[in-house]
Each structure stands twice: as C-alpha cells, then as structure tokens.
C-alpha cells in the first residue's frame, strides 16, 4: 500500500470518527433547550390549571350568591304576599266592624228610646188584698224586665214586705251595680225599705226571695249589731233597725220586655 492510501484511509477513519462523534454533541447542546421548553410548558399548565380552579371557585361562589339571593327574594315575596292578605283581611274586618257598630247603634238608639219611655214615672192605685176599700198609692217606673212601686206611706221592714206581698208584687231586690245606681237616680230623696235583711239562722245577709245578685254586699259595710234590714237612699245602701219607719219599694218582674207595658195600669 502506497503512501497516498494510507494517508487518504487515515483520513477517512479521520472524518469518519468526526462525523459519529458529532451527533453526540448536538444531542448534548439540544437537551437543555428540550428540557427548557418542557419546564415552562408544566408551568403555564400549572398556570392555566390555577386559572381554571379560580374560575370554578368564582362560578361557585357566584351560584352560591345567586342561590342565598333568589332564596331572599322568595321570602321577601311570600312575606309581601303574606302582608298583603293580612291587609286585606284587616280591611275585610274593618268593614265587618263598621256595619257591626252601625247595627248596634241603632239597636242602642232604639233601645235608649224604649228605655226612656220606660223609665217615665207615673202614678199608681193598687187594689191589693187586705185594702179592700182603700186602694194602695204610689209612683210606679219601669226598666228592662223590672216595674217599681215606690210607695210613699212609712211602715216598718215586715209592712212593707207584707204591703208588697198583698199586692202580688214584691220587696225590692237589687240585681247589680247598674240597678242601684239607676234606683238612686229615680227615687225621691228619702229612705226605702229594700228586701235585703239579716239572715240570723244562716248568719249572713240575703235578699227576701234568697234570688242570687251580682251586687258585692262586701263592698257595703254592714253591722247587724246596729241593724238587720236595709234601706235605699238615693246616697247609699245601708242597714238600719228593723222597726224604722220607711217607704217602701216592691217590684214585679215580668217574662218578656214588651214596649208598652210602661203605659198599662
């Protein structure tokens, strides 16, 4: 082999060695490139993965709101809805009591003017048993179920119990409060006998016809020691002794409230 080939293969093995070593050294120069490019790629992934999480979070937040918001709304709505049929029922009501009062009105106006009929004072003859010949006189008013006989001639507690019971009527019994105040604004200024007397049997005081009242007697102070029969002035309800000379007031109830019955004898 001659000079020139060995020099030509030599550099041969040359640029043949070369050319394999060079591939080596452009992976080495194109790894960290490669490796670069894939680091910022994670990183913007990473990023866009952040981005997409908030976003979800904000979407859920937001439905979140949206939900507690239309929730409000509907309670506002069944609140209003709510307050818009209690209105309608106050009204609803509000007529309801204003024809109630215009129908009680005139029922109190009627009634006033019956009572005021009733109430009118007129004179009385009674021809009772046990005065025959002599008639009992007297003043005589009515109200509700209730006609009164004020009979002016004095007598003791038992005569006026006894005048009352011979003319089918009877001693006074007070039913309540408003009954005395209206029999004190009736009678004339003077002392009245009433039914109300000493019970000594059962110790305690009761009306003559043992009829239960309303009228609270422990309001009224009153010593049997000093007397046991009461009287009516237009002042008070006191007890005085029995053998007193007084008026006398009976009654008679009547089973129905006609409006005339004040104008019959």
């Not at 790894?31 to 976003?55: D, F, N, Y």
Request: charged share 25%; hydrophobic share 30%; aromatic share 10%.
């Amino acid at each position: 082999m001659s000079n020139q080939e060995v020099t030509y293969s030599n550099s041969r093995v040359f640029e043949s060695s070369s050319e394999s070593q060079n591939p080596i050294k452009l992976e080495e120069t194109q790894g960290p490139r490669e490796v670069g490019h894939k680091v910022g790629l994670g990183i913007l992934c990473l990023l866009l993965m952040m981005a997409i999480s908030v976003w979800l979070i904000y979407i859920f937040q937001y439905s979140q709101e949206r939900n507690e918001l239309q929730r409000t709304l509907n309670n506002l709505h069944l609140e209003y809805s709510t307050m818009q049929n209690d209105s309608y029922l106050k009204e609803e009501m509000l007529k309801s009591m204003s024809i109630d009062y215009d129908a009680l009105k005139k029922d109190l106006d009627a009634l006033k003017r019956t009572v005021n009929r009733c109430y009118q004072e007129t004179e009385f003859v009674l021809d009772c048993k046990q005065h025959r010949g002599k008639g009992v006189e007297g003043h005589r008013s009515c109200c509700g179920i209730k006609c009164y006989y004020v009979i002016m001639e004095k007598k003791h507690w038992s005569g006026c119990a006894q005048t009352c019971w011979d003319c089918s009527l009877s001693l006074l019994t007070i039913d309540d409060h408003d009954e005395l105040k209206f029999l004190q604004l009736q009678i004339k200024p003077n002392n009245y006998w009433t039914g109300l007397s000493y019970n000594r049997r059962r110790s305690k005081w009761q009306w003559i016809d043992n009829s239960t009242s309303k009228l609270d007697l422990n309001t009224v102070k009153f010593d049997h020691n000093t007397g046991r029969c009461a009287f009516l002035s237009r002042t008070r309800l006191d007890n005085d002794n029995c053998d007193q000379f007084y008026s006398c007031i009976c009654e008679k109830r009547l089973d129905k409230f006609p409006g005339s019955y004040c104008s019959k004898s």
